[in-house]
């Protein structure tokens, strides 16, 4: 009677742990096992679809759309771009670590190509290629499982793989890790790509895909989200004071690394090549490999406009690599103050030293008698030394920055201008040829002869027809001035 009691006690005993443990080990099942299905929110750069809240994995469909379309790559410039989801890049793809991913792809009836999708994420035979290959007017159905958390390009890997990435073919696919990424204020997508075209930067028209180019890595345009200007002026990202941003960057290549860098702005954390673990602090300029990702994460403690670049710094003034952040809010004059002074500075400590900024050359034209091809010639000189590298050895200068002197109506208008900006110097928005330029030129420290010689060669070249500019027109022009 005592042994069966006791056996009795114990067992009601332990009942109530045996339910509650099996009840938790239900419970953590459940957390892996997949629940439920959704259809995944697709964007287009440079948003990004919500984070996840879900504790569990589920099984996520993304439909997603191959398209051939002809879309703006410049001002006056088109291509034909083969685009995932009509856009380059391709749509921002968000799912959860462990969920189960019904992948269709969609190859519209108007294609001329088949295509297909590797996603990097995926673990598995050509990350999806083969069993993604879909002819025009057809839909190709896979699923995979999301082992690995990160940040992940996808691309087409149909033949000649290096062609269909060229065109444009290429995204990004976020795994976010199951416990979450930390909360951000603003979250935004920047893929960087390479175009190879036929034409230079800016030669207008429809331009066909050059090859030759493609091989030599030596591309006519590199940009952020598909296109020159696409996060510039009204398209730059948004921000207020105090917010924390997130940019969630790619490289499409076909075959550049950026070194992607953000004017102004130091990155707090990254996440380096797209990993879940911030494994820097402090980053001035982050490597983005072409195929390859990277996070980066920074508040923004003042207000301005954050300009992205490739720091492989002629990609971003003369290719197109180029975007911004505008942050709006009160200015804080502790961490920034702007200018506070400009003052003459005249340069060492003696008179002596005034000669620095002449030419060394010594070039002076001789008689007034000399012969206007001469005048040329010496104009010529003095304008390499003391005016080609802002306005560039052809006049032509460089787009927004320096104003060009070739066929400029600005410069034939008003020859006594003309005089006084060299020798004053210039400064304040200008129009010129119809394009608006903010910039500073400071005076150009030549005598009046040679201001004569520099201004009868520039009048008188490159599409310009002014006749010359004698020495005492110079030196009326600035007399009283
Ligand atoms: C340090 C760079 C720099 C140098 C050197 C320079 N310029 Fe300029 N120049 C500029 C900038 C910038 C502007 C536009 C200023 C503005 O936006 O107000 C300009 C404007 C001009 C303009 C009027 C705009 C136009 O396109 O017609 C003329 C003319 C001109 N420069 C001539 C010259 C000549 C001639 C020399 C050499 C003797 C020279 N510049 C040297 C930077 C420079
Ligand atoms: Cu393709």
């Known amino acids: 009677m005592k042994r069966r ?7 009601s005993f332990l009942f109530p742990i045996l339910i509650v443990v099996l009840f938790a080990r239900c419970d953590t099942a459940n957390k892996d ?56 890049p391709g749509k921002f793809i968000r799912i959860r670590e462990g969920d189960q991913v019904e992948f269709n792809l969609q190859n519209h009836p108007s294609s001329k190509l088949p295509h297909n999708i590797d996603l990097h994420a995926v673990t598995g035979q050509g990350g999806g290629a083969e069993a993604s290959f879909t002819a025009p007017g057809h839909s190709s159905k896979f699923s995979f499982k999301a082992l690995n958390p990160g940040l992940y390009v996808y691309h087409c890997a149909t033949a000649p793989v290096a062609l269909h990435i060229a065109n444009g073919m290429y995204g990004l696919i976020l795994v976010e ?20 075209t036929q034409g230079n930067y800016g030669d207008p028209g429809l331009q066909q895909f050059s090859m030759q180019k493609a091989i030599d890595e030596n ?20 921000a207020r004071k105090g917010e924390t941003i997130r940019l969630f960057l790619g490289n499409g290549g076909p075959n550049l690394v950026s070194s992607f860098h953000v004017i102004g702005e130091i990155f707090d954390l990254v996440y380096g090549e797209g990993g879940v673990v911030a494994n820097q602090k402090n980053v001035q300029t982050t490597i983005v490999p072409a195929g390859g990702s990277a996070i980066v994460q920074f508040k923004v403690d003042v207000p301005g406009t954050f300009i992205l670049v490739d720091h492989s710094i002629f990609r971003a003034f003369n290719k197109g690599a180029i975007g911004m952040i505008k942050v709006a809010g009160e200015p804080d004059k502790n961490i920034y103050s702007g200018k506070q002074a400009d003052e003459i500075y005249l340069g060492g400590d003696s008179e002596g030293d005034n000669d620095i900024r002449q030419p060394e050359l010594e070039i002076e034209p001789s008689d ?18 003391n005016c080609a590298s802002c306005h560039m050895a052809d006049g032509k200068g460089l787009e927004n920055v320096f104003p060009p002197l070739a066929n400029s109506d600005f410069l034939m208008k008003d020859k006594n201008r003309s005089i006084n900006i060299v020798k004053k110097g ?56």
Not at 178 to 188: A, C, F, N, W
Not at 219 to 238: C, E, I, L, R, T
């Open 33 to 88: 096992e997949i629940q439920g299905e959704e259809i995944a929110i697709l964007t287009d750069a440079p948003n990004v679809p919500p984070p996840i809240t879900r504790d569990h994995p589920t099984k996520v469909i993304v439909n997603l759309e191959v398209k051939e379309v002809i879309r703006k790559l410049s001002d006056g410039v088109e291509y034909t771009y083969w685009t995932f989801g009509g856009k380059v």
């Open 426 to 481: 210039l400064n304040g928005p200008i129009t010129v040829n119809g394009k608006q330029y903010n910039g500073l030129m400071p005076p150009v420290n030549i005598s009046d002869p040679q201001i004569s010689a520099v201004l009868t060669y520039v009048r008188n070249s490159w599409g310009n027809n002014g006749g010359n500019v004698t020495v005492e027109e110079v030196k009326k022009a600035t007399e009283g001035k």
């Open 219 to 238: 591309p006519s345009y590199v940009v952020f989200n598909g296109a020159v200007n696409s996060m510039v002026g009204d398209n730059a990202v948004k």
């Open 368 to 385: 007034a008698n000399t012969s206007i091809e001469n005048i040329m010639d010496t104009g010529k000189q003095i304008f390499l030394q």
């Open 177 to 196: 890790p199951k416990e979450g990424l930390p909360k951000v204020d603003k979250e935004y997508y920047v893929m960087q790509s390479e175009f190879y």
């Open 5 to 11: 009691l006791s056996g009795y006690k114990l067992l």
